[in-house]
């Protein structure tokens, strides 16, 4: 990355302010782009109370990271910021924040799907989902996924 | 050797982590997860399905024919469902 050298990893319990970290990125840019994932109020036409974040407390920021270096290195990016929440959280709430700026929309549009893509299958995270009839599951990983982070 | 468990792999062992010495002749992490799936009835039923379970070498993703030389920390999970 030319303008910043370090990309802007985060690992909290607390909510994301996602103007205050695109404003951020906006410094030496000429585009801002971003992805905010959302915990849904259902899943398979069941209804959804709360979603337990666990992760690898160890190996998580090295992850992101990386993918961030990755981006950093197909794109000509001036900064980058991956945010992600983890323990319980409820619908509505931001569970992670991926954005990516550049000089110009290509670059960031791009980095910014790439991020999200590559975190979904390559950072130590694990989705609980509890639902409104007392039911609970580890949710499975989804061969889609596999499938958008391996086309970059 | 330090062992650590995560999602429905640690609730199905009961533990999040353990301690474990390692035989010299288990030197590798397919070999390793052999070794481990014998402790307990618990262990055994957790490791059940190997092809879904990954793991990592002092904190990197490895695959299961990874030498275990030297390392401190061997981590095993399921696939990451974050994003």
């Not at chain 1, 974040?53 to 990386?66: C, F, N, R, V, W």
């Not at chain 1, 791009?110 to 599951?137: Q, V, Y």
């Not at chain 2, 070794?35 to 990197?60: E, G, M, N, V, W």
Request: charged share 25%; aromatic share 8%.
């Amino acid at each position: 990355m030319t303008g910043r050298s370090m990309p802007r990893i985060v690992v909290t319990t607390e909510d994301i302010d996602v103007g205050a970290e695109l404003a951020a990125l906006e410094a030496g840019a000429g585009a801002v782009a971003s992805f905010v994932g959302v915990v849904r109020g259902e899943a398979d036409g069941r209804r959804l109370t709360s979603l337990i974040l666990e992760h690898y407390p160890a190996m998580t920021e090295a992850s992101l990271a990386e993918i961030a270096k990755t981006a950093a290195n197909r794109w000509q990016l001036t900064g980058c910021t991956i945010i992600h929440r983890v323990g319980e959280l409820t619908p509505g709430d931001r569970i992670v924040l991926a954005a990516a700026a550049s000089a110009h929309r290509a670059d960031a549009l791009a980095a910014t799907a790439f991020l999200i893509d590559w975190l979904k299958t390559d950072a130590p995270f694990w989705k609980r989902e509890n639902f409104a009839d007392g039911t609970s599951h580890w949710v499975s990983a989804r061969d889609e996924d596999q499938e958008a982070r391996n086309r970059w | 050797m330090k062992i650590l468990y995560f999602a429905w792999l640690r609730e199905r062992i009961g533990l999040s982590e353990e301690d474990v010495d390692i035989p010299p002749e288990v030197t590798t992490i397919s070999a390793l997860t052999d070794f481990l799936s014998a402790r307990s009835p618990a262990h055994t039923r957790a490791f059940a399905d190997r092809r879904a379970i990954k793991t990592a070498l002092d904190q990197r993703f490895v695959p299961p024919d990874t030498l275990l030389e030297g390392a401190r920390e061997i981590a095993f999970f399921p696939p990451f469902t974050g994003g």
